[in-house]
């Protein structure tokens, strides 16, 4: 007979509870294997990302005419006197009236014609007078720039920035380099044919030589006056612009512009001097006491506002009172060194008044010194006077007789 197995059934949970123990058994076996093996392999390095920098390399200035054309011929006559050394005419204070009504020779493309030159390697190189007017023939072996002046070119105040020294006035027809008495950065426009959109085409003309603060067009006169935000860039646009056309065949009549009587001008002139040196100011002196001054910085505006009240509650010093300085400032800090000085004087009169008392301690003082309060000269006049007293010699008086006939006497010489 076959054998029956009479062993009681295991419960379905307890088989499963069992299973899962034997796996997380292997789970550990596994895990304790993987810590125990150490791994030799060594990871491949990451790959550096290399930012690459392309510089385009400048191009060289091109001649804007052919060097074939250049004749040297002396220059047209502009004034009385011809200067052999200069080779120029001086002594004229206006131009020919008939020169002025011809159109130029040429005329720059800034787009097409920037370019280095011999003067780029050079610090403090004037721009190329010929170059502003179109007709420069050299073009990369030119000694001078051939670029539009930014605000990073500073000049002397006697020159303009083609290196032309300009003279104590402006001549008659406000024309020529100009004047360093004052600096200009007007230039005034002529001529221009009058249409409707006539403001559009000037800015948009003299927007090429520089950025433009301020234009004003006078409509039925054909007139524009156009201020610079910087003077070089009004000398080159005068140059630039001289005996050119618009979008008609009209001649400019190019000149410096006379001073604006406008009060409102003069104090916009007077703000943008002030802005300036305020801005030069700013650069000289620490971040952090230009921000505590303007202020700008938060923690510094909170101790201000601390140290400004003085133990009054509410209370904030203006300015003038907070950052005063001298003896009788309010602001602490505002006494520093003058403190000391007053001492100093102090100490210094008390060792002269003591050390003028020791020597003349026994010396008896005169009565007009003693009285001279009340009276016209002062106690230092007449102690002079009492010092510089000379003794002088007494006359020996006669002896007095003695006996009965005293007093007794006639005018007659026999007695």
């Known amino acids: 007979m076959a054998e029956v197995d009479t062993r009681p ?28 093996t150490t791994n030799t392999e060594v990871a491949a390095p990451a790959e550096k990302k290399v930012k690459k920098i392309i510089r385009r390399k ?12 250049v004749k040297s011929e002396p220059p047209p006559q502009t004034g009385t006197t011809f200067n052999i050394w200069y080779n120029k005419w001086s002594g004229g204070d206006r131009e020919d009236k008939y020169l002025s009504q011809t159109h130029a020779k040429g005329r720059c493309n800034i787009a097409l014609d920037t370019g280095y030159t011999r003067a780029d390697g050079v610090a403090g190189s004037f721009f190329c007078l010929f170059f502003a007017r179109g007709v420069c023939p050299k073009g990369q072996d030119c000694e001078y720039l051939h670029r539009l002046p930014t605000i990073h070119d500073i000049f002397n105040p006697n020159v303009d920035c083609f290196g032309r020294d300009k003279f104590s006035d402006y001549r008659d027809d406000m024309g020529g380099v100009g004047s360093f008495s004052r600096q200009n950065r007007t230039i005034y426009i002529g001529r221009i044919h009058v249409t409707e959109d006539i403001e559009e085409i000037v800015a948009r003309h003299f927007a090429e030589w520089g950025q433009i603060e301020r234009v004003r067009v006078l409509n039925t006169r054909g007139v524009a006056f156009v201020t610079y935000s910087n003077e070089a860039n009004a000398q080159f646009a005068k140059e630039a612009m001289a005996h050119q056309s ?9 000149r410096w512009a006379t001073a604006d009587p406008n009060p409102m001008a003069q104090k916009r002139e007077a703000r943008r001097i002030e802005e300036q040196a305020a801005e030069a100011i700013r ?3 620490p971040a952090e006491y230009v921000a505590e001054i303007e202020g700008k910085d938060s923690e510094a505006r909170k101790r201000r506002k601390i140290e400004s009240s003085y133990g009054l509650e509410g209370y904030e010093a203006p300015d003038e009172v907070h950052f005063a300085r001298g003896k009788n400032a309010v602001n602490p800090r505002g006494r520093e060194g003058y403190e000391l000085e007053d001492q100093q004087l102090l100490m210094l009169e008390a060792g002269e008044a003591g050390g003028w008392g020791q020597e003349h301690e026994d010396e008896p003082q005169p009565q007009e010194q003693q009285q001279s309060s009340g009276g016209i000269l002062s106690g230092s006049t007449l102690a002079a006077l009492q010092a510089a007293r000379v003794a002088v010699a007494e006359k020996p008086k006669a002896p007095v007789s003695a006996g009965p006939l005293v007093a007794y006497g006639s005018d007659d010489d026999s007695d």
Request: proline letters at 8%; glycine letters at 2%.
């Open 9 to 36: 059934e295991e419960p379905v949970s307890a088989v499963i509870e069992q299973a899962q123990a034997g796996e997380d058994a292997t789970d550990a076996q596994t895990q304790e294997l993987a810590l125990t």
């Open 58 to 69: 400048k191009r060289p200035a091109r001649p804007q005419i052919d060097p074939a054309l």
């Open 246 to 254: 618009l979008d008609h065949n009209e001649i400019l009549n190019v």
């Open 283 to 285: 650069r000289a002196l």
